[in-house]
Nanobody, 122 residues
Framework: QVQLVESGGGSVQAGGSLRLSCAAS????????MAWFRQAPGKEREGVAC?????????YNIDSVRGRFTISQDNAKNTAYLQMNSLKPEDTAIYYC??????????????WGKGTPVTISS
């Protein structure tokens, strides 16, 4: 089992920045991927970014976040980050950390955090 705890969400104005953190604990050998998903009000959950724990390869699922969001990790701390810059109102969502063996944009990840809310005002 792996436990995931997100932090760093909040409310900022458009154009601002936030850095989300996801602290993982438990059986880290059972996961290769840490990822961020988000769910905006009234919309389905969507994948944002994945990072491979070994090697650090990253992949992004949403065209509108490329160049603005950066996923990274500190394996010594078992923590993944999502740096979000130039935030837009449409980035408003609950952001979830997830982990698993594959980067599954459909949401088939093995472990999930409880989410952290991000609200961007115009």
């Amino acid at each position: 089992q792996v436990q995931l705890v997100e932090s760093g969400g909040g409310s900022v104005q458009a154009g601002g920045s936030l850095r989300l953190s996801c602290a993982a604990s438990g059986d880290m050998s059972s996961i290769r991927i840490m990822a961020w998903f988000r769910q905006a009000p009234g919309k389905e959950r969507e994948g944002v970014a994945c990072i491979y724990r070994y090697g650090g390869t990253t992949t992004y699922n949403i065209d509108s976040v490329r160049g603005r969001f950066t996923i990274s990790q500190d394996n010594a701390k078992n923590t993944a980050y999502l740096q979000m810059n130039s935030l837009k109102p449409e980035d408003t969502a609950i952001y979830y950390c997830a982990a698993g063996w594959y980067c599954d944009w459909s949401g088939g990840m093995n472990y999930w955090g409880k989410g952290t809310p991000v609200t961007i005002s115009s």
